[in-house]
């Protein structure tokens, strides 16, 4: 190939050398990585246009530099999300100004068998942490980039040198190949038993119209396996043979179904079709248009509450979600939606497509970025008794660093136990130098992880005093500001503390006890090890047996958010347990009744009673005698003699007092869920049928009552 690149002939005979390279990527369906090292800024616009001359097409520019490129639309790094489920011949990736992991990791997805994926860096030999910006957004305040371990900078510049693909210089000596450009080489595949085709996959969307209804289908797989594209085919092939067919299609926005449709209109020779009908999952919500079929595309990256009422609402549901964790929510389907999908429709079916579709298998890409991010090693196979002895110890960042398979058993495990877990926590856990993992082993093998941080201690009186007026929010610091924040008391600011973000535990050991003695063994190691902790403590979604386990190791809520996190629709929860006196803990704690009493009906009418009732179940004195005899409405509402609106305001300083005097826990569990919606929540008789899958409102409602009046003539 010959072609003159802003007059920049040895540029060009250069990026010629690609050509053939290229060519038999293209053959061969296999992406062309390319490192680019950047230490001439001026020779950057001609090399992006020979790049563009050489791969022509869709490209896009992942850049925080505003980079003169021809024709590459550019978009910050931050961004990614919006380009997920599309493609693109070339994808570039300035990492120069900082190296956001979960944007790496995505953007490889997005190029098509044949194109390229070129990573733009600065000179590799002077690259230092201080240069990677993205740490400020990682790190808690007042740590800078040169602060961090630089550890995860390390990993990717050793993983860059141990690759075969070709690494370009641009200097202003010239133009050099440090490595020589070759094709890539294919890898061994190893496809699992249960993998399906894509074909397979189309048929068994095909046959769900002609199944019987409430059997979901669910398409899993990674980035590139043609699970968009296996729905649009399936949808046109419906709409052929049955016209009159009904099909919605929804997604977290038009863009993620632009692979769909575009397979739906090269199948069925048509754009659009008046019986295809793409709507937001708000809308699908607010209108439940009937449909024969509704095809639900990056269904992980949807809240879970609104992908499970739109499974309750329709008849036949099929489901396309990635595997892939760069979203923060591709375990996190697994590990919480699938489950729920199940309880409603127990007939689910799972279908995992392990055949790429973008691209050719034993892609050299795609396997260099799972070993980059650790994206698919396995757990090991541990064997573990009640009789095991397990050992337990602090796991220093170093030591992660110098060996990858704990490494590699240490990620792999926060990763399948939580369903947010992202590169991007691959490079916290290496680089943040708060970060701690205390770790329990069988031997050898890690079976359970507690990944704490430690907070405050900050000595600037300024920022505290800005803290507690509200005017500062500093990077990190969760559990001090909020205690500060909710007791206007500036000693928690001032005190160390440390923060539980996560306790994973290997799945065989679950339901053993291990998760419970390794959070006991932690508390032991930070007393130990950081004399005058004020206390240790855990923000997290909330889950009314994820709070009864911090609960029975002797953690106390003392913070329930008024506002549902965006993907799971659940409300933070924060609970403490002080290794010194605090009366802010204290005052927490009161705000938190208050909370619930004042936002019940408002703010958390949506939140699980469930979780509401643990957490008056936390703040429920020590029991004490029965109150005296309950007020006559109460006992004529019991007894049928008045409507429940008439009574409801005496019914919640019932509610209240069992809460003050103890007695809330002696209630039996199905009780206190039904009352905490009802009374606290104010939600209606038809809504909580629903919500507990119970028959009609006024058979609900009756059997309340009985209830009710068992308790209240116990009295």
């Keep these: 190939m010959s072609f003159s690149v802003f007059g920049h002939e040895v540029l060009a005979d250069e990026l010629s050398a690609l050509s053939p390279i290229l060519a038999q990527c293209r053959r061969e369906g296999f992406r062309l990585p390319l490192w ?104 808690a305040w007042p740590s800078r980039p040169d602060s961090g371990n630089g550890l995860f900078l390390q990993r990717f510049r050793t993983q860059v040198a141990q690759s075969p693909f070709p690494v370009l210089v641009l200097s202003e000596k010239g133009v050099i190949w440090r490595v020589t450009p070759e094709a890539p080489a294919r890898l061994p595949v190893v496809m699992r038993d249960t993998a399906v085709t894509q074909s397979e996959a189309i048929e068994a969307l095909v046959r769900l119209m002609s199944q019987r209804a409430r059997r979901p289908l669910v398409l899993m797989a990674d980035r590139g396996r043609g699970k968009s594209a296996a729905m649009g085919i399936a949808a046109a092939r419906i709409l052929t043979s049955r016209p009159e067919a009904r099909i919605l299609v929804t997604a977290p926005d038009k863009l993620a179904v632009q692979n769909l449709l575009r397979h739906f209109e090269q199948q069925s020779g048509m754009p659009t079709h008046p019986h295809l009908t793409f709507m937001t999952p708000d809308a699908l919500l607010r209108d439940l248009p009937d449909a024969d079929l509704l095809l639900i595309d990056e269904a992980a990256a949807m809240p879970a509450p609104v992908v499970l009422q739109l499974v309750r609402h329709y008849r036949r549901v099929a489901l396309a979600t990635t595997t892939c964790g760069y979203e923060g929510s591709g375990q996190g389907f697994r590990l919480r939606v699938e489950p729920g999908i199940r309880a409603i429709c127990p007939q689910l079916r799972t279908l995992e497509l392990a055949y790429p579709m973008r691209w050719s298998a034993g892609d050299p890409l795609e396997a260099w970025c799972n070993r980059l991010f650790l994206q698919q090693t396995p757990l090991p196979d541990v064997q573990v008794s009640g009789d095991t002895l397990l050992t337990f110890r602090a796991i220093p960042a170093s030591e992660l660093d110098a060996d990858e398979r704990l490494l590699e058993h240490c990620f792999t495990l926060l990763r399948e136990a939580h369903y947010r877990t992202t590169p991007d926590d691959l490079k916290v856990l290496l680089d943040a130098p708060s970060g701690r993992l205390f770790a329990a082993f069988s031997g050898d093998e890690v079976v359970g992880l507690g990944w704490f941080v430690l907070e405050g201690a900050l000595g600037d009186p300024e920022l505290i005093e800005a803290i507690t007026e509200g005017r500062r929010r500093p990077r990190g610091h969760v559990l001090p500001q909020l205690l500060t924040q909710i007791s206007v008391d500036k000693a928690p600011l001032k005190h160390l503390w440390a923060r539980i973000m996560r306790i994973a535990v290997h799945p065989r050991c679950q339901n053993m006890g291990v998760g419970s003695l390794l959070l006991h063994k932690l508390v032991q190691h930070l007393n130990a090890e950081y004399p005058g902790l004020a206390g240790a403590g855990a923000v997290f979604a909330g889950d009314e047996r994820v709070l009864r386990f911090w609960h029975r190791q002797h953690f106390d809520a003392f913070y329930l958010g008024t506002r549902q996190d965006t993907w799971t629709a659940s409300h933070a929860v924060g609970v403490i347990r002080c290794f010194q006196s605090f009366g802010c803990a204290t005052q927490a704690q009161r705000a938190l009744e208050a909370t619930l009493q004042t936002y019940g009906p408002t703010a958390l009418a949506h939140a699980a009673p469930g979780l509401l009732d643990e957490l008056l179940c936390s703040l429920s004195r020590d029991p004490s005698p029965w109150p005296d005899s309950p007020p006559r409405q109460l006992l004529a509402y019991a007894r049928g003699q008045r409507p429940l609106d008439q009574v409801l305001p005496q019914l919640r300083e019932w509610l209240i007092l069992q809460v003050e005097t103890g007695t809330w826990r002696r209630l039996a569990p199905e009780f206190r869920r039904w009352t905490v919606a009802r009374v606290l929540q104010q939600r209606n008789w038809a809504d909580l049928c629903r919500l507990f899958d119970h028959g009609h409102p006024s058979a609900a409602e009756n059997a309340w009552r009985k209830a009710l009046l068992a308790y209240l003539e116990a009295a």
């Design 36 to 139: 680019v090292e950047v230490h001439s800024e001026a020779l950057l616009p001609a090399f992006l246009e020979g790049l563009e001359a050489l791969c022509p097409g869709g490209g896009l520019l992942l850049s925080a530099a505003g980079l003169p490129v021809m024709a590459t639309p550019r978009t910050p790094p931050e961004n990614f999300r919006q380009y997920l489920g599309q493609e693109f011949e070339r994808v570039i990736v300035d990492v120069r100004q900082g190296l956001i992991a979960n944007a790496l990791a995505a953007s490889q997805g997005w190029v098509r068998g044949g194109g390229v994926w070129c990573v733009l860096m600065p000179d590799m030999m002077r690259w230092r942490p201080e240069s990677d910006r993205d740490l400020e957004r990682l790190l």
